[in-house]
């Protein structure tokens, strides 16, 4: 299976940073790599598929980079209503894998 | 709207059985994968089944395989999860979420979720 691993943990910012999580693949997922916001108590929401593309709706401040294996979720000026828990995803190979989430969190 | 509405869950005991259901409306059900990922308590999301639009096409966790069946009916626009043989680890919240083709094959729309508790 393909781990992904997710850094930070935890990302402590104020309103206004820049806001830059980070996802590594164990093997190269192409650019098969997507990005979910989730709040508690609430569904995930998709903001990012294949590396680089917004879903419908997501502001412009929400970026995804990356290939192979180092990917890059970027918030570039934090609004309060993104301090959530973020998580990526592969679909490059099965079984589908998620990374363990990390928190950003209002300093 | 797009609405995906899961049912089902509950307390069970372990080597007990549930049934979920996604009921979906506000898109055109037959034409999409589907697939079911799971939260534990205080813990990250995993994938655990997938099935493609005519149901023909089915995919598993290994923790789950061989326990759980993922199935549709496109007269319904519903999705199930059969889970067999449950243990402790499966207690979880279970949502449904559809596959956008427009996407990338992404989650893109996901439902509130249905909790499963395991214990005696």
């Known amino acids: 299976d393909i781990v992904l691993t997710q850094s930070p943990a935890t990302l402590s910012l104020s309103p206004g940073e820049r806001a830059t999580l980070s996802c590594r693949a164990s093997q190269s997922v192409s650019s098969y790599l997507a990005w979910y916001q989730q709040k508690p108590g609430q569904a995930p929401r998709l903001l990012i598929y294949d590396t680089s593309n917004r879903a419908t709706g997501i502001p412009a401040r929400f970026s995804g980079s990356g290939s192979g294996t180092d990917f890059t979720l970027t918030i570039s000026s934090l609004e309060p209503e993104d301090f959530a828990v973020y998580y990526c995803q592969q679909r490059s190979n099965w079984p589908i894998t998620f990374g363990q989430g990390t928190r950003l969190e209002i300093k | 709207e797009v609405q995906l509405l899961e049912s089902g869950g509950g307390l069970v005991q372990p080597g007990g059985s549930l049934r979920l259901s996604c009921t979906a409306s506000?898109?055109?059900?037959?034409?999409?994968?589907m697939t079911w990922v799971r939260q534990a308590p205080g813990k990250g999301l995993e994938w655990v089944s997938g099935?493609?639009?005519?149901?023909?096409?089915?995919s598993y966790a290994d923790s789950v395989r061989g326990r759980f069946t993922i199935s549709r009916d496109n007269s319904k626009n519903t999705l199930y999860l059969q889970m067999n043989s449950l243990t402790a680890e499966d207690t979880a919240v279970y949502h449904c979420?559809?596959?956008?083709?427009?996407?990338?094959?992404?989650?893109?729309?996901w439902g509130q979720g249905t909790p499963v508790t395991v214990s005696s």
């Open positions: 506000g898109f055109s059900f037959r034409n999409y994968a």
């Open positions: 979420a559809s596959r956008e083709p427009a996407a990338g094959l992404a989650f893109y729309y």
């Open positions: 099935i493609g639009g005519s149901g023909g096409s089915t």
